[in-house]
């Protein structure tokens, strides 16, 4: 059984930062791309950014790029997501999501799912 637990929610500021991590166990890190999604009250589940397991390459959903940077440590099973600059309309439970195979920006292509984390950005 896949196991995600995500970390480093909070109450910031605008334009503040925050990082969050999401550590996975080894098995299913090291054969997943990553990814992380985030949820708005009243809203669907919306892809922010996702990293190829190979090479590290990422995407980003444009309403969050050049402000969040998504990265992986293999050694450390985790994945995080830097987010800097942040607006009140990045408030959402933020999940993080693992996959076999190549990394998708659309939610139930993912099989494994942490709980999530609550980010509130105050204005």
């Known amino acids: 059984q896949a196991q995600l637990v995500e970390s480093g929610g909070g109450l910031v500021q605008a334009g503040g930062s925050l990082r969050l991590s999401c550590a996975a166990d080894?098995?299913?890190?090291?054969?997943?791309?990553m990814a992380w999604f985030r949820q708005a009250p009243g809203k669907e589940r919306a892809f922010v950014a996702n990293?190829?397991?190979?090479?590290?390459?990422?995407y980003y959903a444009d309403s969050v790029k050049g402000r969040f940077t998504i990265s992986r440590d293999n050694a450390k099973s985790t994945v995080y997501l830097q987010m800097n600059s942040l607006k009140p309309e990045d408030t959402a439970v933020y999940y993080c999501?693992?996959?076999?195979?190549?990394?998708?920006?659309?939610?139930?292509?993912?099989?494994?799912w942490g709980q999530g984390t609550q980010v509130t950005v105050s204005s």
């Open positions: 990293i190829r397991r190979s090479n590290g390459n990422t």
């Open positions: 080894g098995r299913t890190f090291s054969t997943s791309a």
């Open positions: 999501a693992a996959r076999v195979g190549l990394p998708q920006t659309v939610a139930n292509e993912y099989a494994y």
